[in-house]
């Protein structure tokens, strides 16, 4: 029997995300699922450890929010516009409370998740050989990764990376039918493979479509539904990050967050604004267009550049 | 060596446009570049518009042979997979670079030591690793580049404080401690192969492989980058002067980089709307001079 997984993402985060858990964060740069971000958030959600091989100004958010306990990742920063405040206040002075991180490579985490993915304990990777990555770790101890060597014919040795399985992770994609196949495309990132190591998926999707939709584009499903436990229809759901085919960056809103939370002061009040003062995603493009206009927020669509089609008959 | 640009020499330059065309000029053409943001990336992308046209650029979201006609900010951007070969995973991207297929790989860290060893991860100050007086971004793919592309670029401000005997945590090996190290770890990559900063440009001794200075930039003397410099540099007995960009370079750096946003202070001014006036007008530009 068919099952609409359909549901808001209050219910979801609330249903499935529970303090504690390993969450993996899904996008890269690309595709960041705002919606669920926000509503973790507001939701309070406590000692999370979360993944991903490259985390932007959504991990800061959660870490100023008092969520965050744990990060696996290589990379916490927001590129050439600088660093991410919360992160550094936190991993430097324990403000609102000291973090760790496991220090990997963005191919170390990736690997991690693809050996979680085959379901096998760990991978070998030619990456982090005699870098401080591999003398210096926090939580994992010994367990972050290990020397080993070939046992048929080089005898080389390679890093072991230990399968990465986060108990719960949260993706924004394209379009998705109610059951939570799910259609992606643009920039992939750490998908499909990190879809398929977490235990159970939340979507965020910017459409709900019919399966016949899915039906008629078989290559482009990222994800096919089993593995999804939650669809949360979120259109404009990754800005301010942006959806191919969908809109845009928007680097204004990005710039005003790391301006403004500079200060513990100042990320608290645009928090207060654009994520504890709204009630969900709805609310947020509500007050999005009545703060910058309609003009603006136009501004962001993407342009119609359509692919040519293929033929799939036989 | 870096390829030699014809063209005549520009006149009228600034020192990031310079540099820019320095970081050009290390692309060959037909190879595979693993591009980053900044002043690299948009040495690559002066390379394809210039003496590389047939350059591979690879970004680590996926995008692979992207042909863009205007400025990547991130990563992640959709200028990454313009008119690309394939946009896949990071994981794909990755890799293929694992597997030695890419020629080039463009980096930057707060320090680097004469063994170009990187180090993007924390300034311990008087603290340590876990408590660092300065937490940096991490690796991202910069310690999976410095192991496995054939060669690194490294891009660093030229500061005493940054180049280093030794820095605080290895984050991207180069030549870790000197001859012979990279060969017993078995990296598929050979390592640093020049160091660009905004005084000079350094290049590896193949017996010591320790970093030496190859050529100072217009207006920069020997003295003035020692002084920068914390080990006793060695100094090439033909150390040359950087050669300025060519009109051609310094047109294409206006185009694509109208605001100056990685060679000026434009990113400070920068506003949504500027920036999508100057992507579009790059692109509009770029696609009429060079039509895919």
């Excluded at chain 2, 492989?209 to 060695?234: C, F, I, Q, R």
């Excluded at chain 2, 579009?280 to 895919?292: C, D, G, H, N, R």
Aim: glycine share 10%; hydrophobic share 35%; with cysteine.
């Amino acid at each position: 029997m068919k099952v609409s997984k359909v549901m808001t993402a209050k219910e979801a985060v609330a249903k499935f995300i529970a303090d504690g858990m390993t969450v993996g964060v899904g996008g890269f740069f690309h595709a960041i699922s705002y919606a669920i971000t926000h509503e973790i958030i507001r939701q309070q959600k406590r000692r999370l450890t979360i993944c991903q091989p490259s985390f932007n100004e959504h991990a800061d958010q959660m870490i100023g929010a008092g969520c965050v306990d744990r990060i696996v990742s290589s990379y916490v920063w927001m590129e050439v516009f600088g660093p991410l405040h919360c992160f550094r206040r936190a991993m430097e002075k324990g403000i609102p409370h000291k973090i760790e991180m496991e220090d990997y490579t963005n191919f170390a985490v990736m690997a991690r998740y693809l050996a979680g993915s085959l379901g096998i304990p760990f991978i070998p990777i030619q990456s982090m050989k005699g870098s401080d990555m591999m003398k210096y770790s926090a939580w994992m101890g010994e367990g972050k990764a290990k020397l080993i060597r070939d046992p048929f014919n080089s005898k080389k040795e390679y890093v072991a990376v230990p399968a990465l399985t986060p108990d719960i992770g949260y993706f924004h994609v394209q379009r998705a039918d109610e059951e939570g196949n799910c259609q992606m495309w643009g920039i992939w990132g750490d998908s499909p493979w990190s879809m398929r190591a977490c235990k159970q998926v939340i979507v965020s999707c910017e459409e709900i479509v019919g399966r016949d939709v899915i039906g008629r584009d078989p290559n482009r499903t990222i994800l096919p539904g089993y593995k999804v436990i939650a669809v949360v229809p979120a259109p404009f759901g990754a800005h301010p990050k942006h959806t191919q085919g969908y809109y845009d960056v928007d680097r204004d809103f990005i710039f005003q967050y790391i301006r403004e939370s500079r200060s513990p002061e100042g990320w608290k009040k645009f928090m207060d604004n654009w994520v504890y003062g709204v009630e969900d995603r709805e609310g947020y493009l509500k007050k999005y267009i009545d703060t910058y206009g309609m003009k603006k927020f136009l501004n962001l669509k993407a342009k119609d550049i359509s692919s040519s089609s293929v033929n799939y008959g036989f | 060596m870096s390829t030699d640009c014809k063209g005549a020499p520009s006149t009228n330059y600034t020192l990031q446009e310079l540099l820019v065309a320095a970081a050009a000029r290390e692309i060959k053409d037909n190879e595979v570049v693993f591009v980053g943001v900044g002043i690299p990336c948009l040495g690559a992308f002066v390379a394809k518009f210039t003496h590389a046209p047939n350059v591979v650029l690879v970004v680590e979201s996926g995008c692979i042979g992207s042909m863009p006609y205007r400025l990547m900010l991130g990563i992640g951007d959709n200028a990454c997979n313009e008119n690309a070969i394939a946009a896949t995973s990071l994981w794909r991207a990755f890799s293929d670079q694992q597997r030695g297929y890419f020629d080039l790989g463009m980096l930057g860290g707060a320090q680097v030591d004469k063994y170009g060893n990187l180090n993007s991860t924390a300034i311990f100050g008087k603290g340590d690793y876990k408590h660092p007086v300065t937490r940096l971004p991490g690796s991202g793919g910069a310690n999976d580049i410095a192991s496995s592309a054939k060669r690194t670029l490294l891009m660093m401000n030229q500061q005493k404080r940054r180049f280093l005997d030794k820095v605080d945590y290895i984050t991207s090996p180069g030549y870790l401690d000197g001859p012979g190290a990279r060969e017993k770890y078995g990296y598929t990559g050979n390592g640093p192969s020049v160091i660009i900063s905004n005084m000079a440009i350094f290049r590896f001794d193949e017996m010591t492989k320790e970093a030496y200075l190859d050529s100072v930039h217009p207006g920069v003397t020997v003295d003035d980058v020692k002084k920068e410099v914390s080990w006793d540099l060695k100094v090439s007995p033909n150390v040359k002067v950087t050669p300025p960009p060519t009109e051609e370079e310094v047109e294409i750096i206006h185009i694509l980089d109208e605001k100056k946003i990685y060679t000026g202070k434009g990113l400070k001014e920068l506003t949504f709307e500027s920036y999508i006036g100057m992507l579009e007008k790059s692109y509009t530009t770029l696609k009429s001079m060079f039509p895919a």
